[in-house]
């Protein structure tokens, strides 16, 4: 995962794209996981960091990490 | 102690102008209905399933029969058959005192076997056949005459008979609304239902005793319910005077709304829906205004279904599946479909999730699990962040989905009607395969 390097992130889990002026509203996982992205940290760090925090199983997060990619993309915030 | 988890997601905002009218925001979960948790009734009767509220049914009918029993002396409901024929379901309302409205063979036989005395079934609908005719006359039935061609049938079933069967004849007539109701009955405007009249009555076969009118289905205008009682007492009146006949009861029918929302509806019908006593405050008004005697009032009969029996029903399910369509919406696979909640093809059903979760939420496609375009339930709700196995509860659907249900690609599952003391009771078994495969045969060169 790698946002594009213009976007902007807020704690708060708002996201902004100033190259087209959209902006998100994240929940707090989704927040986390793109601050972390945009720390450098990478995809298997940030889901094991995960999988130790919350409850969930290891499956349920890899397929909703795979639709929050397929988000991103969508929303063309990816690289 | 770990977190709860919700799926990580990103919502697009987008700017518009705000809207201040609607229900209140956010999603509240039910966690119970009428105080058992939703989790038991899944566990001990499996999902999808249907609940009935006895406490709400009773309710419903007591205020309907409040709000039009203040207003005018005499009224009587007649359950509509139609709506939700479960035999418990019937029995609730013929507790209370509502007779039957059936318009069918088979109804007749059902409000029959719950018990309801065949002057108190009144039998309408556009096809009767002759068998149905005759049975309604052995247990005499009101026959509610829809056409010439049934008003003739009915002279001629009625020939050599020891006592004359009792009609009603079906009219219809505009009653300011559109669109007007023009397929069930003789009409008034054009002189057709005077005529219908006067030759059912000249016969001297048959006994008239009442009139009625079906205005529409849903109707959102009570006055409209207002001008068809002026013209039904209006022809009362004529038939007593010209005819020389006493008309007994004037029936307006039904078509009172509930309040599940239209599809396309601009605001929720929590907010939209007159309330019943506005429709029998025209009703009662127009009948009282018509200039009968007091003690010469027609009987007002109502055959009420949705108003009765909606808000008593609710579809528990389960998630099944998430995923993302090609635009990037969000879909969520549910194990019951249109199959079951026929009504959402008109309506967007009110949905609730059964836990807490946070105040996020995502547009959503919620969809059956045919294998089906059309098995498509909303086509936009926010919801929570449901993950397969939550469970949710469509609210308000005791009307026609238990009788319009269809047993396509699943079987029919559970119906408990919850009791006055919160005790579920099994009032229609979960459809077995055995059960479907049972009036199939299967030639003998196919066997083997």
Known sequence: MKLKKNIATSEAGFIFNPATGDSFAANPLAADILARAKAGQDAAAIKADILERYDVAPGQLEKDWDDLLAQLREFNLLD | ?448
């Open chain 2, 1 to 448: 102690m770990k977190l709860p988890y919700e799926r990580p997601t990103l919502r697009k905002l987008t700017a518009g102008a705000l809207n201040k009218f609607g229900p209140r925001a956010g999603v509240r979960p039910v966690t119970a209905l009428d105080g058992v948790a939703v989790g038991e009734l899944v566990a001990r009767f499996g999902s999808p399933l249907f609940v009935l509220s006895e406490r709400q049914l009773r309710r419903s009918y007591q205020a309907a029969v409040r709000a039009f029993g203040t207003r005018y002396p005499r009224v009587q409901l007649a359950w509509s058959y139609k709506t939700n024929y479960l035999n418990a379901v019937c029995r609730v309302f013929h507790q209370e005192g509502a007779w039957a409205e059936v318009v069918s063979g088979m109804e007749l036989e059902k409000a029959l076997l719950n018990g309801v005395p065949g002057p108190h079934i009144l039998f309408n609908g556009p096809g009767k056949r002759r068998a149905d005719l005759e049975r309604a006359c052995a247990v005499d039935a009101v026959v509610h005459l829809d056409n010439a061609d049934e008003l003739h049938l009915l002279l001629d079933v009625a020939a050599g008979r020891p006592r004359r069967p009792r009609v009603a004849l079906r009219v219809n007539l505009n009653a300011g609304i559109v669109p007007q109701w023009d397929r069930f009955g003789f009409n008034l405007e054009n002189g057709e239902a005077w005529q219908a009249l006067s030759r059912l009555v000249a016969s001297g076969q048959l006994e008239l005793v009442g009139l009625h009118c079906h205005i529409g289905t849903y109707i959102l205008q009570p006055a409209a319910y207002g001008a068809a009682a002026t013209k039904l007492a209006a022809l009362a009146q004529r038939c007593a005077r010209e005819l020389h006949t006493v008309v007994q009861y004037l029936d307006l029918g039904g078509g009172f709304p509930s309040t599940n929302t239209l599809k396309g509806a601009y605001l929720p019908a929590t907010d939209t829906v007159p309330p019943l006593d506005d429709y029998a405050e025209a009703v009662a008004g127009a009948l009282l205004g018509a200039g009968f005697k007091t003690d010469d009032l027609p009987l007002l009969v109502l055959e009420a279904g949705r108003a009765l029996v909606d808000e008593a029903g609710s579809l528990i399910g389960t998630v099944l599946a998430n995923k993302r369509l090609a635009d990037g919406r969000r879909a969520t696979i549910l194990d019951f479909g249109v199959n079951l909640l026929f009504t959402s093809f008109w309506y967007d059903h009110h949905i609730s999730p059964t836990r807490e979760f946070s105040a996020d939420t995502e547009p959503t496609v919620l969809y059956g699990p045919l294998c089906m375009n059309i098995d498509m339930l909303r086509e936009s709700i926010a919801l929570p962040l449901l993950a397969p196995g939550d469970t949710v509860v469509v609210h308000k659907v005791g009307a026609y989905n238990m009788s319009q249900w269809q047993q396509f690609i699943n079987l029919r599952p559970y119906v408990v009607l919850i009791d006055q003391a919160g005790q579920p009771h099994v009032i229609r078994a979960a459809e077995t395969l055995e059960y479907l495969q049972q009036l199939e045969q299967v030639p003998a060169h196919l066997l083997g």
